[in-house]
């Protein structure tokens, strides 16, 4: 059995902060799970498309983060337990049905997770969705650590049954992709999920802008109770943290004469060696989410004493809580990561309570206020707001921290469709046409040498803004976006489009899946989130249905078809559409594997080859390397795509033998 569904209390299991969240949902007694995938909160969903069937729980991949959440508000307003869950770029797409909900809320429970991005590792910004929380009278939570992701899940869902509010679980890449040791409760594994029925009331769910104002004082008394519990949350939590030990530093032994006001503190060897550690200064520390952790460490390798606060409830602060923290030390040192939001939030805290202790962070310069924290970036902002100075053991000690490490820019897969399709494009319009991108994998075409994404801002903006192209210079715009995106967002602007006749080639490049976050089904794709036989909408006759007079199917492994649709879409009149299908060549080799297939790899003839570099200048596949000046393909990396066999000019590249894959 899986251990993420097993019933044995107590029972301890290794799992990722995803997995955790998914476990903490079921002990909370989750009805209905709702999201569109996106990195990092994907691995929750592929928890819930493996175990829901066999726990009793509704689980679907949405078609967009809008949806998923309209999805789940219906089942909470008939009282249903709900989660819902995206990226934090995903919340911005809720967002217009997330702001009246909140004013609204429901019967039952329902919390959303926001996985924020700190350091862009899969997004195209760092936004921090805790202002979010306060923009939209959420309240939020933050987990520090896996196993608390779980029991902060659980404990959300309870809390937003008993203010019947949604609840935000606020998480971050290092505590989604982190894992750590669950101790299990009670799940209830039912056989089927879970109805109930919609109980009407007069105007509840309904709020016209008459009835809007009295709903914003419904909120804000909500967040009134809501502050009280937070006053009282369980996973808010002051420590004394010791880190100066005997054989470091003896403060009781020092005499007052080594005691005087040319006695420095400084960071030795690494270890803080403090001159005045009798001097009664007490630290203060306030840190959330991940960053708990990277602070224990830092305090450790530092040897500092500090009192820590720990807030689990971020949205309401428990201000009564802060100021008494407050109260207790003579400096405060903030450590968050992103935007200073507790930071500014503290010394509102501290204005209203008359304390003028310094409260260090953000604003003096001592953290950024970019990129995701490390233990190192957090030891360097303590040092700077303490004053301290760093020596080091020596000019010639290597520090981690400060080391360049070499960087392996993405690419697409060797055989990627979307690689053949890019070359056909940039091999017509080259750098005289406007590539208009998505968000995908695709997303990859915009290195070299395929050049292929001039621009690229949300999921579906690629339609919309070759619209504003069209409309503001005569040259050539191709619009690509894939056929999960064309799905959750990316028909609006082709809708828009076609009613203001603007020019452009929309590439529609299908895949078959979403390939981006681990091939989870889309609409397009007759399977559902279980993987079982599904209805599939077809993308063609959605655009037939929208009056678009060139649409054309491809295949985009055929260069020399595909590059004679690419030439007659250029010159239509008006929008053109393409749709270049063709599966991801993940899941072909993966089906080839199951049907005890082998790829046939491509091979470069030696002798005929002139070594024009075409094929690496051209199309940069990653299955292509160079040896002794030879021009090689790594039989175990090609897919057998056939791409570069059709640009080579001397015939030089071919199919010979089999390789394993």
């Not at 909470?76 to 797409?93: D, E, H, I, P, Y």
């Not at 959300?156 to 101790?183: F, N």
């Not at 001592?366 to 995701?372: A, L, S």
């Not at 894939?482 to 299908?510: E, K, M, Q």
Request: proline share 5%.
């Amino acid at each position: 059995m899986d251990d993420l569904i097993s019933e044995v209390i107590g029972k301890k299991i290794l799992a990722l902060g995803n997995e955790a969240i998914a476990r903490g949902a079921l002990e909370g007694r989750v009805d209905v799970v709702t999201a569109y995938p996106g990195t990092p909160s994907t691995e929750i969903g592929d928890t819930f498309a493996r175990i829901a069937q066999k726990v009793g729980v509704y689980f679907e991949w949405s078609v967009n983060e809008k949806v998923a959440l309209e999805v789940a508000i219906g089942a909470a307003m008939s009282g249903l337990r709900c989660m819902t869950f995206m990226k934090q770029v995903g919340l911005n797409v809720a967002a217009d049905a997330l702001m009246t909900y909140c004013y609204i809320g429901h019967r039952g429970a329902h919390v959303i997770v926001s996985a924020d991005d700190p350091s862009c590792h899969s997004s195209q910004n760092e936004q921090d969705n805790r202002l979010f929380a306060r923009f939209a009278n959420l309240p939020m939570l933050e987990p520090s650590s896996p196993n608390e992701a779980k029991e902060m899940t659980r404990y959300a869902l309870d809390i937003s049954e008993e203010l019947e509010q949604p609840v935000m679980l606020r998480t971050t890449t290092r505590i989604c992709h982190t894992r750590g040791v669950l101790e299990l409760n009670k799940i209830d594994i039912r056989e089927e999920h879970r109805k109930t029925e919609f109980i009407k009331e007069k105007y509840r769910f309904t709020k016209i802008p008459a009835l809007a104002w009295e709903a914003h004082t419904r909120v804000l008394d909500v967040m009134d109770q809501a502050r009280r519990i937070s006053e009282k949350c369980p996973f808010t939590t002051t420590e004394e943290i010791n880190g100066i030990d005997e054989s470091h530093t003896d403060a009781h032994d020092r005499s007052d004469a080594s005691r005087d006001a040319s006695a420095s503190s400084k960071i030795q060897d690494g270890f803080f060696t403090d001159e005045s550690a009798d001097s009664g200064e007490k630290i203060g520390i306030i840190t959330s989410g991940v960053s708990y952790g990277h602070l224990k460490e830092a305090l450790e390798s530092l040897k500092i004493n500090a009192r820590v606060m720990k807030i689990g409830m971020t949205n309401p602060l428990p201000d009564a809580s802060i100021a008494n923290f407050l109260k207790s030390c003579n400096k405060v040192i903030m450590v968050e990561e992103v935007e200073p939001y507790l930071e500014e939030q503290v010394k509102i805290i501290a204005k209203d309570n008359d304390l003028t202790i310094p409260i260090l962070g953000k604003a003096d310069g001592h953290f950024p206020r970019i990129f995701e924290y490390s233990i190192d970036i957090v030891r360097r902002g303590i040092i700077s707001a303490l004053g301290l100075e760093m020596e080091t053991k020596s000019d010639n000690a290597l520090n981690v921290g400060e080391m360049e490490l070499p960087r392996r820019p993405p690419t697409l897969c060797p055989g990627c469709p979307h690689r053949a399709s890019f070359y056909v494009s940039r091999k017509i319009n080259k750098d005289h046409g406007i590539y208009s991108s998505d968000i995908g994998c695709y997303s990859l075409g915009l290195l070299p040498p395929l050049r292929a994404a001039d621009v690229w801002v949300c999921m579906g903006a690629s339609s919309g803004l070759a619209c504003g192209f069209s409309e503001s210079t005569d040259q050539p715009i191709l619009a690509f976006v894939g056929d999960s995106t064309f799905f959750h967002s990316g028909l609006s602007g082709l809708i828009n489009a076609v009613h203001h006749n603007h020019r452009f080639v929309y590439v529609i490049l299908d895949n078959s899946t979403t390939a981006m976050t681990g091939h989870q089904p889309h609409p397009g794709i007759p399977r559902n989130s279980f993987d079982e036989i599904a209805p599939a909408v077809d993308i063609k006759k959605i655009v037939e249905a929208l009056g678009i007079t060139f649409i054309e199917e491809v295949n985009p492994l055929d260069l020399e078809k595909t590059e004679e649709v690419f030439r007659r879409a250029m010159d239509h009149q008006s929008v053109s559409v393409i749709i270049a299908k063709e599966p991801c060549t993940l899941l072909k080799l993966r089906e080839m594997k199951a049907r005890g297939q082998r790829v046939v790899p491509y091979n470069v003839d030696l002798n005929e080859c002139k070594k024009c570099m075409k094929c690496i200048n051209t199309l940069a596949c990653p299955a292509f390397y160079i040896r002794n000046e030879d021009i090689r393909i790594n039989p175990s990396m090609c897919s057998g795509c056939g791409v570069c066999a059709q640009i080579c000019s001397f015939d030089a590249i071919s199919q010979e033998g089999e390789a394993v894959l």
